[in-house]
């Protein structure tokens, strides 16, 4: 097989770009995303496409709020001075024709200015009819406001401008502190972002041109020097260096490439020089694939989400009639109506559901990024939201608590006159164009005894059985034990398999000329995994088409619950069944391709990427490693999201049962009650801790 046909073989299945998952959900997880959890009057990631705008527009509103902010403190000052309330606790007196003029025309140009976020937000949400945190919000500074402009025509009783200016300036701190945490939520996605490097150098004849990486397009030959970021994927063609994925992988130790080896886009060069040809052009590249798909699951919303929003609806209505019930209470009962109007105002501003409506979207937005970085992409949020419920996990043997790759283990001759080295190097000339596993390995173990290799001829297939062809003008086969039983009953043949060995056979002119025992050695990380998986009682089972005898040592040495062996890939399906049948559980790790049916079936499906098929289709997570600890990870990582989610909801929800009594004044006799500043004072503090929990989370095992 020529090199071009072995590179398409590698590649082929990676040329389709990620599929746009399910167009329902898709256009479910937009239409949702139109009013997302960010209730701040602009519409957080309306713009599901790209992620630069996006981000700008977030900055733009930081931005804003910091003017306004600022603009509101220096119009406080002389409205706190004017106000007489703060003129009787000063001590002072400030009187003068039209004072009350020139403080109506101040807290005027706060309340349109300071307060437009607001409004704009409360009207937004009155048009789609989802009264929230703005609709609570404009109300109450529109009642502050109308209320005190009456007492300045006229109406007696005190008015309340000092109130008004102060409650928008906190409000407007608050929504500034609250998006700067909001968007460091989202930094993690762009730090994926940002791995793109702008500009490559693009090999052009005999001279090097720096193109930008978005004009570079499949066949394109790049060079990366020491140190620079790999700006696309693609295959080295020349030279040999070490690469730093981690970023992209999680892995961390440096992985060498060499002249054949895969390169993903962002990894970062060591100190060899590389040329590589480019696989495909950058928008199809496999950190825009996970950069696509963090966005999509930052997007999409699970259970948990919805019940929140469900919680922050319901707050918002309680909120107001609250704040209508202690209005109506305060002024039946004989108090002035601007006692009744603060203690309105003070109870609907801190009822503000806006913690309840962070908390678990900012325990998404940093949970899916962060994974994304270690190597765990979270294609589906209800799959990982689930893992926390995982009681077994099946995983599927090659490639994953294996190293997947066959090593030769022994060989020996059974014919006088050949040496085992000859019979080796006859074996691996006729195996050197497949890409069978075991081929494969049989070739680099003649590799490594640096055995010189003779040309092999007229090769073919024996179907299920082995191959043959013409070497050195000698007629050899390299094939199984069943193909030797059925051919040579009785000869002596006996290779003594031990177990969790492969063994084939080699024929020379038909004659047993010897064997060849390979074996799948087990991944160094696979019985911590399996310990750990253990200790958080997960029961463990193996499934694999080996023969018993293989996967009893595998699942023996690694201290495993039970296995399936001898597994065909239609029946992995129902095993799972069977599993789930019995009240389990079921997560389910395999690679994806073959295992479809059963990924899809189990109740977690978590691919096993081989680092560029990110869009395993039917599976709702991906590991881009095929490290098993990271099938661990990923499970405390499900148990810690879970927990801060919860303990985000349990804060929200318990901050309003205490505070919404004391700003409704239960406690004024004794002297305890809150003015609708402190109410925004109290409700910016209940979201920033729910934003700064939040970003404690972390991913735990590397």
């Known amino acids: 097989m020529d090199h071009q046909h072995e590179h398409e073989h590698q590649h082929g299945h990676q040329h389709q770009p990620a599929p746009e998952h399910q167009p329902a959900s898709e256009h479910h997880s937009h239409g949702d995303m139109q009013k997302a959890p960010d209730h701040s009057g602009h519409q957080h990631g309306a713009a599901p496409g790209s992620h630069g705008g996006h981000h700008d527009h977030h900055a733009m509103m930081i931005a804003d709020f910091r003017k306004r902010f ?98 928008i300036l906190i409000m407007l701190l608050g929504h500034w502190i609250e998006m700067k945490s909001v968007a460091g939520a989202s930094r993690e996605l762009e730090l994926l972002v940002q791995l793109m490097p702008d500009n490559a150098h693009l090999v052009h004849g005999d001279h090097i041109m720096d193109v930008q990486t978005a004009s570079l397009k499949a066949g394109d030959i790049i060079l990366i020097k020491p140190g620079e970021k790999v700006a696309a994927d693609g295959v080295v063609t020349e030279g040999e260096t070490y690469l730093n994925e981690s970023m992209l992988t999680g892995e961390s130790k440096p992985v060498q490439k060499q002249a054949r080896d895969k390169v993903i886009a962002g990894s970062v060069n060591g100190n060899g020089a590389i040329k590589v040809s480019v696989t495909h052009g950058s928008a199809d590249s496999y950190l825009s694939q996970v950069v696509k798909l963090v966005q999509d699951a930052q997007q999409s919303k699970s259970k948990t989400q919805l019940l929140a929003d469900k919680a922050a609806r319901w707050l918002t209505l309680i909120a107001i009639l609250a704040g209508v019930a202690t209005f109506l209470y305060w002024w039946m009962s004989g108090r002035d109506i601007s006692f009744a109007i603060e203690r309105m105002v003070t109870v609907i501003v801190i009822c503000c559901p806006h913690a309840l409506g962070l908390a678990v979207p900012l325990v998404i937005a940093k949970s899916t990024a962060l994974s994304a970085r270690h190597g765990l992409l979270i294609k589906n949020r209800t799959d990982f939201e689930n893992s926390r419920n995982i009681t077994t996990i099946v995983f599927d043997k090659t490639g994953t608590l294996t190293v997947g790759r066959f090593e030769v283990v022994r060989f020996n001759t059974l014919q006088a006159g050949l040496t085992k080295e000859t019979m080796l190097s006859l074996a691996a000339a006729l195996e050197g164009s497949s890409e069978h596993p075991i081929a494969t390995g049989i070739v680099d173990k003649a590799k490594a005894l640096q055995l010189s290799l003779p040309v092999a001829e007229n090769i073919t297939a024996i179907t299920g059985k082995g191959i043959t062809g013409k070497v050195g003008g000698k007629e050899v086969k390299v094939v199984s034990p069943g193909f030797i039983e059925e051919q040579f009953k009785g000869q002596n043949t006996s290779a003594d398999i031990a177990s969790g060995e492969t063994v084939v056979y080699v024929v020379v002119d038909n004659a047993v000329a010897g064997f060849i025992a390979l074996a799948d050695q087990i991944r160094p990380e696979s019985a911590g995994a399996i310990a750990t998986l253990k200790e958080n009682n997960i029961k463990t089972v193996l499934l694999t088409g080996d023969n018993r005898k293989v996967a009893e040592s595998v699942s023996k040495t690694l201290g495993m619950d039970s296995f399936f062996a001898e597994v065909l890939p239609h029946e992995k399906l129902d095993k799972i069944n069977e599993l789930q049948r019995q009240g389990e559980f079921v997560a389910m790790t395999g690679d994806g391709i073959n295992d479809a049916p059963a990924l899809a079936k189990a109740d977690v499906g978590i691919a096993i990427g081989s680092g560029s098929d990110v869009a395993a289709e039917t599976a709702g997570i991906v590991l881009v490693n095929s490290n098993p600890q990271d099938v661990v990870n990923l499970i405390l990582f499900g148990k810690a999201t879970w ?58 095992g590397r």
Do not use: C, H
Request: aromatic letters at 12%; zero cysteines; glycine letters at 8%.
């Open 643 to 700: 927990r801060k989610m919860m303990q985000n909801l349990i804060w929200a929800t318990g901050y309003n049962v205490v505070a919404l009594p004391l700003a409704a004044g239960v406690l004024y006799e004794q002297g305890i009650l809150l003015s609708p500043a402190a109410g925004a004072v109290l409700m910016t503090v209940s979201t920033v801790v729910v934003a700064i929990n939040a970003s404690l989370l972390k991913v735990k």
């Open 70 to 167: 600022y603009v509101v403190l220096l119009l406080t000052v002389p409205v706190m001075l004017l106000s007489k309330m703060i003129q009787q606790w000063l001590g002072i007196s400030i009187n003068f024709t039209g004072d009350k003029y020139l403080l109506l025309a101040l807290s005027s140009a706060v309340f349109v200015y300071g307060g437009w976020p607001f409004l704009k937000g409360w009207y937004d949400e009155m048009k789609a009819w989802e009264p929230g945190m703005m609709t609570l919000i404009g109300f109450a500074i529109t009642v502050a406001y109308i209320y005190s402009v009456a007492t300045v025509v006229g109406l007696s009783g005190m008015d309340f401008f000092w109130e008004l200016t102060t409650l």
